[in-house]
């Protein structure tokens, strides 16, 4: 079946680097769009970033632009997020999401789990 | 900036119906997609296109939009659907970026 399995969470001082992936199944990768989607405790969903298909496109939200890479490898079906000059608001669960059209963005179809990401010193 | 507004609460009793509402400027050219996410869980689809549900939605969910204001209606609602549900759509300004709603808790009881 379909599935998105995120992981390399985990606790960073602020001012730190960190990179998370993503494993897709089930679907060809190589002709979907990916995005990364937040959520701070107790707070609602925040979109960060989406990468075209081919990666030729790259497009991100304010609170993340400049900071924030998204990538992706589709030999290996896998999507990144490099996260660096991490801030204590960045703390929240990251999730990677499959676009749910060809030719994104526009929305999401498929979840991963997520994987949290705490930013503390 | 882009922003989409819901109410912050609604409740209901096990078989009323809720709705949900969402608006913005963008959504007179745009629907916006709807998710479900339940406590602890990763946000599910339950409409998109205008009114589509994916496979396994019930039936009960339906979208409605009327010039910048979108409804979510969940008709006979059941305990199940208790949960946060947001609204969903990219910036029509062209710089393609992703906007949630400020999300809206249901209760059913």
């Known amino acids: 079946q379909v599935q998105l399995v995120e992981s390399g969470g985990g606790v960073v001082q602020p001012g730190g680097s960190l990179r998370l992936s993503c494993a897709a199944s089930?679907?060809?990768?190589?002709?979907?769009?990916m995005h990364w989607v937040r959520q701070a405790p107790g707070k609602g969903l925040e979109w960060v970033a989406f990468?075209?298909?081919?990666?030729?496109?790259?497009y991100y939200a304010d609170s993340v632009k400049g900071r924030f890479t998204i990538s992706r490898d589709n030999s290996k079906n896998t999507l990144y997020l490099q996260m660096n000059s991490l801030r204590v608001e960045d703390t929240a669960v990251y999730y990677c999401?499959?676009?749910?059209?060809?030719?994104?963005?526009?929305?999401?179809?498929?979840w991963g789990q997520g994987t949290m990401v705490t930013v503390s010193s | 900036s882009y922003e989409l507004t819901q109410p912050p609460s609604v409740s209901v009793s096990p078989g009323q119906t809720a709705r949900i509402t969402c608006s913005g400027d963008?959504?007179?050219?745009?629907?916006p997609y709807w998710y479900q996410q339940k406590s602890g869980q990763a946000p599910v689809l339950v409409i998109y296109e205008d009114s589509k549900r994916p496979s396994g939605i019930p039936e009960r969910f339906s979208c409605s939009n009327s010039g910048t204001v979108a409804t979510l209606t969940i008709t006979g609602a059941q305990v199940e659907d208790e949960g946060d549900y947001y609204c969903y759509s990219t910036d029509s300004s062209g710089n393609h970026r992703g906007v949630f709603g400020t999300g809206t808790k249901v209760t059913v009881l």
């Open positions: 089930g679907f060809t990768f190589n002709t979907y769009g």
């Open positions: 999401a499959k676009d749910i059209v060809v030719v994104g963005p526009e929305a999401f179809d498929i």
């Open positions: 990468i075209r298909y081919d990666g030729s496109k790259k």
């Open positions: 963008a959504l007179a050219t745009k629907y």
